[in-house]
């Protein structure tokens, strides 16, 4: 989620969200100039009212990928038909989060929760044409308060579609690719490389700002793979997130180096009905198990270790929403499956939501980071067999928040990623 928030706050103390605001711009003046228009539609009663200015939009992501023109000999630009000539592309990008960016279950509670705010559509559906408004401002600053006009170019298809093909491959009416000479293509093609970029990924992946005291926006996926070992390397989000595959663009065309768009991430699935963990999953982690001692004699102590790299993300594990976390659970099971004794570590950042949103805390792995987890028990009575277990979780939330969202039962918000079971010999036997 981009947006984080004490759920149902919002709506009961919008006096606090206004007040707070009202400094944001005070302080904001300071340093910028901003243009007070007038409001001079029919929404405007109250020229003189502070609320009645409108604040323009300033922040890049406060705008909507302006209205984009359908390429000549294409009849939309909706990626159902790119996808009569680009299928396989088309079939991987339906099966990703991109797709469903808008319908996910979990956007759709947050952003009920959030009075269905404009601005969250600016990074799940992205352009203009997928938007029923055009927003010109916010009144008196008011993030809830917005000045619009209906679009003319609203195209509802599109807007189901979320994070479209156009989003990244359209612009001024042609088709933007990483060759711009392919003569068999029937729509305009240029090269423009700004638009199949990192940079551009991170517009949406890699932001820190706070919108109300109880809203921010919080990603830095970004800023978390610039100080990492990997730039230097030449690993970015779209070398590990688009593998390379050498294919035809089209059926019977001519195999060229092209990308997977499957953009797999957590392993959890989104899509109703699938508790699979995504296909093409590679978990970030490592994983080493050590247990000692290799003798167990009741009333020594033992212990087992699980050591945790982030071998594989690019960037801290977990990264983006700040929801997401890990938890390393590590047990001493007797042979009938009843613990004896566990405990659990979690990884991830915390958060306090209310009055004001504040980031607490940050445990995360960073890249390649290394972490030790331990459990050390004093053994007990050892005739029976034991089992050591070990069992790591993603989380793409927790269970109250789901809960609190009616998401529970909708899709998977947990998935188990590794799990091992050791057994100890009682007596003097040896760890197997
Ligand atoms: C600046 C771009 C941006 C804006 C604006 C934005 N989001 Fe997102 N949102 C993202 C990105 C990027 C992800 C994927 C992050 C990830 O999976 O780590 C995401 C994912 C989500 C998810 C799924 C989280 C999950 O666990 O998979 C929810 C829900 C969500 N956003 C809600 C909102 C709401 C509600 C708003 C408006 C208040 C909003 N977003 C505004 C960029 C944005
Ligand atoms: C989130 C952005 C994004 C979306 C959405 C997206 N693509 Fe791509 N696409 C890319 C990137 C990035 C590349 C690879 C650029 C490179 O190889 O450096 C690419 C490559 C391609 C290529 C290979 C041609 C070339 O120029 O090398 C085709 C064809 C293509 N995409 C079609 C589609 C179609 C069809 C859809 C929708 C079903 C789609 N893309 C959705 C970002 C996107
Ligand atoms: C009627 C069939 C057809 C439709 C519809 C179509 N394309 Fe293409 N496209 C092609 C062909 C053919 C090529 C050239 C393939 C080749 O030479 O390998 C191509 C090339 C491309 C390229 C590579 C351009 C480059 O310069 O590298 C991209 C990207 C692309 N299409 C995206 C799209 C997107 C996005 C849509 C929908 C808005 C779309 N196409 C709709 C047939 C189509
Ligand atoms: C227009 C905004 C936008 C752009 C541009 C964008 N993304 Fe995303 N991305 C999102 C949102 C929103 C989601 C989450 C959708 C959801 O889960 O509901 C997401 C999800 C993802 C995920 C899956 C995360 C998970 O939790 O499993 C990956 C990986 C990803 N994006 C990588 C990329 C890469 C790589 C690029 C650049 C080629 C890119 N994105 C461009 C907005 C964007
Ligand atoms: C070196 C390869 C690598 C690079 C570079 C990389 N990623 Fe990832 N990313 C991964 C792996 C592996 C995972 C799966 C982590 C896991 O869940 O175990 C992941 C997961 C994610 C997720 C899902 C959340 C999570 O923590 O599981 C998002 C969102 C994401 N990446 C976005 C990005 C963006 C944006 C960039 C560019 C700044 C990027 N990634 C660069 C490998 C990479």
Same mark, same amino acid.
């Given at each position: 989620?981009?947006?984080?928030?004490?759920?149902?706050?919002?709506?009961?103390?919008?006096?606090?969200?206004?007040?707070?605001?009202?400094?944001?711009?005070?302080? %904001?003046?300071?340093?910028?100039? #901003? /243009?007070? &228009?007038?409001?001079?539609?029919?929404?405007?009663? @109250? !020229?003189?009212?502070?609320?009645?200015?409108?604040?323009?939009?300033?922040?890049?992501?406060?705008?909507?990928?302006?209205?984009?023109?359908?390429?000549?000999?294409?009849?939309?630009?909706?990626?159902?038909?790119?996808?009569?000539?680009?299928?396989?592309?088309?079939?991987?990008?339906?099966?990703?989060?991109?797709?469903?960016?808008?319908?996910?279950?979990?956007?759709?509670?947050?952003?009920?929760?959030?009075?269905?705010?404009?601005?969250?559509?600016?990074?799940?559906?992205? %352009?203009?044409?997928?938007?029923? #408004? /055009?927003? &010109?401002?916010?009144?008196?600053?008011?993030?809830? @308060? !917005?000045?619009?006009?209906?679009?003319?170019?609203?195209?509802?298809?599109?807007?189901?579609?979320?994070?479209?093909?156009?989003?990244?491959?359209?612009?001024?009416?042609?088709?933007?690719?990483?060759?711009?000479?392919?003569?068999?293509?029937?729509?305009?093609?240029?090269?423009?490389?700004?638009?199949?970029?990192?940079?551009?990924?991170?517009?949406?992946?890699?932001?820190?700002?706070?919108?109300?005291?109880?809203?921010?926006?919080?990603?830095?996926?970004?800023?978390?793979?610039?100080?990492?070992?990997?730039?230097?390397?030449?690993?970015?989000?779209?070398?590990?997130?688009?593998?390379?595959?050498?294919?035809?663009?089209?059926?019977?065309?001519?195999?060229?180096?092209?990308?997977?768009?499957?953009?797999?991430?957590?392993?959890?699935?989104?899509?109703?009905?699938?508790?699979?963990?995504?296909?093409?999953?590679?978990?970030?982690?490592?994983?080493?198990?050590?247990?000692?001692?290799?003798?167990?004699?009741?009333?020594?102590?033992?212990?087992?270790?699980?050591?945790?790299?982030?071998?594989?993300?690019?960037?801290?594990?977990?990264?983006?929403?700040?929801?997401?976390?890990?938890?390393?659970?590590?047990?001493?099971?007797d042979k009938?499956?009843?613990?004896?004794?566990?405990?659990?570590?979690?990884?991830?950042?915390?958060?306090?939501?209310?009055?004001?949103?504040?980031?607490?805390?940050?445990?995360?792995?960073?890249?390649?980071?290394?972490?030790?987890?331990?459990?050390?028990?004093?053994?007990?009575?050892v005739e029976e067999n034991f089992y050591?277990?070990?069992?790591?979780?993603?989380?793409?939330?927790?269970?109250?928040?789901?809960?609190?969202?009616?998401?529970?039962?909708?899709?998977?918000?947990?998935?188990?990623?590794?799990?091992?079971?050791?057994r100890v010999r009682g007596?003097?036997d040896?760890?197997l």
């Amino acid at each position: 989620m981009a947006f984080d928030k004490k759920y149902s706050f919002i709506n009961e103390d919008r006096g606090v969200t206004s007040k707070a605001l009202k400094y944001l711009a005070v302080a %904001l003046s300071c340093c910028s100039v #901003f /243009i007070f &228009l007038n409001c001079g539609n029919q929404e405007s009663s @109250q !020229p003189n009212d502070r609320t009645s200015q409108i604040q323009p939009l300033t922040k890049y992501w406060e705008k909507a990928i302006p209205n984009q023109e359908i390429p000549e000999n294409l009849e939309s630009l909706s990626a159902s038909e790119c996808g009569e000539c680009h299928e396989e592309i088309y079939r991987e990008w339906q099966q990703s989060n991109h797709a469903i960016a808008l319908q996910d279950p979990q956007f759709q509670a947050e952003w009920a929760k959030d009075d269905s705010l404009w601005v969250c559509l600016n990074c799940h559906t992205p %352009l203009q044409n997928q938007q029923e #408004f /055009i927003i &010109l401002g916010k009144r008196g600053g008011d993030y809830f @308060q !917005p000045a619009q006009q209906a679009n003319p170019h609203f195209d509802p298809e599109l807007q189901a579609e979320s994070i479209t093909c156009a989003v990244c491959h359209v612009r001024d009416g042609a088709v933007i690719g990483t060759r711009g000479d392919l003569e068999e293509a029937p729509h305009k093609v240029r090269k423009d490389p700004r638009f199949l970029s990192r940079e551009f990924c991170l517009t949406c992946h890699n932001i820190t700002d706070v919108l109300t005291p109880t809203l921010v926006c919080s990603f830095q996926s970004g800023d978390e793979w610039a100080t990492s070992p990997y730039p230097a390397a030449g690993q970015d989000c779209i070398s590990c997130h688009m593998p390379v595959i050498h294919r035809p663009l089209v059926s019977g065309g001519t195999a060229r180096q092209t990308r997977r768009h499957t953009w797999v991430g957590s392993a959890i699935p989104k899509f109703p009905g699938e508790d699979d963990i995504v296909e093409g999953y590679k978990s970030g982690l490592d994983v080493v198990v050590h247990s000692s001692p290799e003798m167990l004699t009741a009333g020594d102590s033992s212990f087992l270790t699980v050591s945790v790299t982030n071998q594989r993300a690019g960037h801290f594990l977990p990264t983006g929403d700040p929801e997401y976390f890990l938890t390393v659970d590590l047990r001493l099971t007797d042979k009938q499956g009843n613990t004896v004794i566990d405990t659990t570590f979690r990884v991830g950042q915390e958060w306090e939501w209310w009055p004001e949103v504040r980031k607490l805390g940050d445990n995360r792995l960073k890249p390649l980071e290394q972490r030790n987890y331990t459990l050390a028990v004093e053994t007990p009575q050892v005739e029976e067999n034991f089992y050591w277990e070990v069992i790591i979780t993603y989380h793409r939330m927790t269970v109250e928040n789901a809960a609190l969202m009616n998401l529970l039962g909708k899709y998977p918000i947990a998935a188990i990623i590794y799990q091992r079971k050791l057994r100890v010999r009682g007596g003097t036997d040896k760890v197997l």
